[in-house]
């Protein structure tokens, strides 16, 4: 059945999604009513056609700055750095950060040939240099792989001297989390990263 194969392979190129799920999304859309496969495409067309890059912190935004970067109670002396726009999601949730982002949309990966050039390392930078009020603080927030480490150090090294305070989010042993079950990967970072009590 070629069409069902075809949707298939397009489901398979969603992140996440490996063979056996992506039959399953094929079946369910198979059994799915009209309205609903009907619903699921106008939903895929409108947000391919209505949501846009902010052109100050290139989140995914609906209107010319998104809701962060207009909201007139943000801290804009602190700017937050994320690989990817649903990374702000997960940072927000937690209600602790006020200030505002800045998305790379990827990591720099030597291996995959990612430079700093491909992703918005450039517009980083030229942010820090122009803002005013003046960018106190860049909170480095890439994931706790290579090419997150890679890319932190990275930009460390090219916001040395533009911003008074430079740091890197902790990451260690999570809360509830038994220590003999902890990798010693995740242990020395969470030595390294020790706070005072």
């Not at 990966?109 to 517009?123: F, H, I, N, Y």
């Not at 994931?143 to 990275?154: K, M, Q, R, V």
Request: overall charge negative.
């Amino acid at each position: 059945m070629q069409h069902l194969d075809r949707l298939v392979r397009a489901l398979k190129r969603l992140p996440g999604v490996g063979p056996r799920q992506a039959e399953r999304f094929a079946a369910y859309f198979l059994r799915a009513s009209q309205g609903e496969v009907e619903e699921f495409i106008t939903a895929l067309d409108e947000v391919k056609s209505s949501v846009v890059l902010c052109p100050q912190c290139f989140a995914y935004s609906e209107s010319d700055l998104c809701e962060i970067c207009q909201d007139p109670d943000r801290d804009t002396t602190k700017i937050c750095v994320v690989e990817d726009p649903q990374d702000i999601e997960a940072i927000e949730k937690t209600g602790a950060y006020k200030g505002l982002y800045h998305v790379l949309h990827g990591a720099i990966s030597p291996l995959e040939g990612r430079s700093a050039e491909q992703v918005k390392v450039r517009e980083l930078l030229a942010r820090v240099q122009n803002a005013n009020p003046k960018i106190e603080e860049v909170i480095i927030a890439t994931d706790p792989d290579s090419e997150g480490e890679t890319t932190a150090l990275y930009l460390a090294d090219l916001l040395r001297g533009q911003v008074a305070q430079i740091t890197r989010i902790g990451y260690g042993v999570p809360l509830g989390g038994d220590i003999d079950y902890m990798d010693e990967m995740t242990l020395g970072y969470s030595l390294k990263g020790r706070t005072k009590i």
